[in-house]
């Protein structure tokens, strides 16, 4: 392995060399060479950007309903903390009163919001917080797993996920950071020797923080259980058992924080569900894996599906025959990873649209990475199948990320809105959240919507007839046709046209 035992504190301090005359000059070329490194993926995506659709970092504006809720909710945020508007679907908020975040919880708003306070938060933020997430996140995997440079450089360089990935304002570029220091952690848990308690709890509470920001993590605490269970000498049935009640606890967690979405994918209604419910979604994930390997999928797409089966058989082979136990460790709870991630993407129906590649990208460079460090020579042959595609990469570059450098001027029609309410509502900290929300339906959820006032909160409805009357939130923004589907149901005042239809007050709001 590639890493020390002792932790990664102490991996990191070995590399620093003693201080004679030539220390200095050492280690800035060090620290510079793995800044370079870890660089590579944000610099190839703004060359694919330029290149290919003359964009820049500076010009990357939220354009989908996916971004346009996650910046809405780091500017309420940066705001207002805890106390700012209610990110929900169907107005139905989660079971913690203090979380007014939406299905994908507060861990991601708040840790973004909290650094927005200090750096800005402006329009296109979140590509630049994304980069630095995922440039930390390597530097930390370069300098405790200290893995052979080229090979390092060829595996960052070529992940295309994170370059498709990097121009949005969402969550996967954190993810992709995530996995890159869970890579370097997990590394140095099983070299020789035993690692240091305080290397085991700071993986663990990594492992913890990262599944509430996506509770999918969780699902790496069975090969860790496992594999920690095996390394001392225990019952490997007792390290999964405890593997499986850390993942089950850290997945409740996440439900209590979010807002209920009963098409959020996540596996959270198996555990409110009942065991029948559960029993047949397991039945129905495992007839649809010829589904899920062989049938409709973006090229692209279906490329990583194949990849990650190979890295599961891989992994599983190094676990079997590698000399080294650190490595068959590492290889086993990397392999275990990989495949509960893939049972659990079929359980879920969590397939198609990108849904399943989203969940399962950051868990591949993971384990990429972790063989990387191993000196797996397997992983050069991911390098050469990552340089095969590229061609399918700049396609799906061009088709992902054109409609965001296609919209004329999206900043002036994001202050076109905000002019429209100015003076009609605003952040007010003596209200309520509810009193700070404005509630609008699915087929107007666009980017104009970040004109909204910072500290309010966005929630959106998929039917307007079914939403219980009154409505909780103290604004709606209705078009036409929503009008007619509450008339009658609601007491509205209007307060102005908007260009995302008009802006009305809910006199029975609950205050």
């Not at 498709?164 to 570029?173: C, D, K, R, W």
């Not at 050069?380 to 450098?405: E, M, N, S």
């Amino acid at each position: 392995m590639g890493t020390r035992a002792g932790g990664p504190i102490s991996a990191i301090r070995d590399t620093i060399p003693p201080r004679d005359g030539g220390a200095a000059r050492v280690i800035v070329r060090r620290g510079a060479t793995i800044a370079a490194i870890a660089s590579l993926p944000v610099l190839v995506a703004a060359i694919f950007a330029r290149v290919l659709l003359g964009g820049t970092p500076v010009t990357a504006i939220p354009y989908v309903s996916d971004e346009i809720a996650y910046w809405t909710q780091i500017a309420a945020f940066q705001v207002a903390g805890f106390h700012g508007g209610y990110t929900t679907v169907n107005e139905q908020p989660a079971r913690a009163a203090f979380s007014h975040f939406g299905p994908q919880g507060p861990a991601f708003a708040m840790l973004y919001g909290a650094v927005a306070r200090l750096a800005g938060w402006q329009y296109q933020s979140g590509p630049f917080f994304g980069a630095a997430a995922v440039a930390l996140g390597a530097a930390v995997w370069i300098a405790v797993a200290r893995p052979e440079r080229l090979r390092a450089a060829l595996l960052l360089a070529t992940f295309w996920p994170i370059i498709l990935a990097a121009p949005n304002t969402m969550q996967e570029s954190l993810h992709f950071g995530i996995g890159a220091v869970l890579a370097a952690l997990i590394g140095v848990l099983f070299t020789d020797g035993s690692p240091s308690r305080s290397h085991i709890r700071l993986t663990w509470a990594f492992l913890a923080a990262a599944a509430l920001v996506r509770p999918t993590w969780a699902l790496l605490a069975i090969g860790l259980g496992w594999q920690l269970a095996r390394k001392r000498g225990a019952s490997h049935s007792r390290g999964l058992a405890t593997g499986a009640l850390i993942a089950g606890a850290l997945y409740l967690a996440f439900t209590y924080l979010a807002a209920p979405y009963r098409g959020a994918s996540l596996g959270l209604d198996l555990f409110t569900g009942g065991v029948t419910p559960a029993f047949v979604a397991l039945f129905s994930g495992l007839t649809g894996f010829g589904r899920w390997l062989f049938g409709e999928a973006e090229p692209l797409e279906r490329f990583y599906r194949f990849e990650l089966l190979a890295v599961a058989l891989l992994a599983g082979l190094s676990a079997a025959r590698a000399r080294e136990a650190a490595t068959r460790h590492v290889m086993a709870a990397i392999a275990a990873t990989v495949c509960i991630t893939i049972a659990a993407n079929l359980t879920l129906q969590n397939v198609g649209a990108w849904r399943d590649y989203r969940a399962s990208t950051p868990v591949l460079l993971m384990a990429v990475l972790a063989a990387a460090a191993a000196r797996e020579r397997w992983s050069w042959a991911i390098v050469a199948a990552h340089l095969v595609v590229t061609p399918l990469a700049v396609t799906t570059f061009k088709d992902f990320q054109g409609p965001r450098w296609q919209r004329a001027d999206p900043a002036a029609a994001i202050e076109r809105f905000a002019g429209s309410i100015r003076g009609h509502m605003g952040y007010d900290p003596a209200l309520s959240g509810w009193g700070n929300t404005v509630l609008i339906g699915v087929n107007r959820y666009d980017y104009p919507l970040l004109g909204v006032p910072r500290g309010m909160g966005l929630s959106v409805t998929f039917d307007w007839a079914k939403l219980p009357a009154p409505a909780r939130s103290r604004y709606l923004l209705l078009a036409e046709p929503d009008l007619a589907a509450v008339a009658g149901r609601m007491r509205l005042q209007k307060l102005a046209d908007t260009p995302m239809g008009g802006l009305y007050e809910n006199e029975d709001w609950a205050r």
